[in-house]
């Protein structure tokens, strides 16, 4: 069974540095809480607002070995009001986990965006 996973993370500033490291950390939590294994990743689809373009947030999972993995990065939907400076992520993977199972993670300045959805 194909199962996604949301997440989302804010950055504190608009660098490489900052975008790639977030990126990782939130990689690293949904992996960890949903016991998602690389191989077992069918896609990965990341957005950024719009005021976050140093960087792919997909550049992050590169460097993470994630080498053969389909990846996307896109923009974010600008919407009035929404929460700045944000990666959002989702990752479709297969997983015996039923949907009610899956743990979505939403760390920093993101943990009110979905609190239903997340611990």
């Known amino acids: 069974m194909i199962r996604g996973v949301r997440g ?9 540095e900052e975008i790639l490291s977030r990126t990782q ?5 949904m992996f960890l ?9 069918s896609a990965i689809i990341f957005t950024a607002t ?3 373009n140093a960087a792919y947030p ?8 994630l080498k053969n993995v389909p ?3 896109m923009q974010q ?14 990752i479709l993977f297969e997983s ?13 300045g993101a943990k009110n965006l979905r609190s239903d959805l997340h611990d």
């Open 58 to 65: 997909a550049e992050g999972a590169r460097l993470m070995g």
């Open 96 to 108: 015996t986990k039923a949907q009610e199972e899956i743990r979505h993670v939403y760390l920093r």
């Open 8 to 16: 989302a993370i804010t950055c504190d500033k608009n660098t490489k």
């Open 50 to 52: 719009k005021d976050l």
């Open 71 to 73: 990846l996307l990065d």
């Open 33 to 41: 809480r949903n016991q998602i294994e690389p191989e077992r990743i």
């Open 25 to 29: 950390e939130l990689l690293k939590e």
């Open 77 to 90: 939907m600008e919407v009035v009001n929404a929460l700045p400076m944000t990666i959002r992520v989702l």
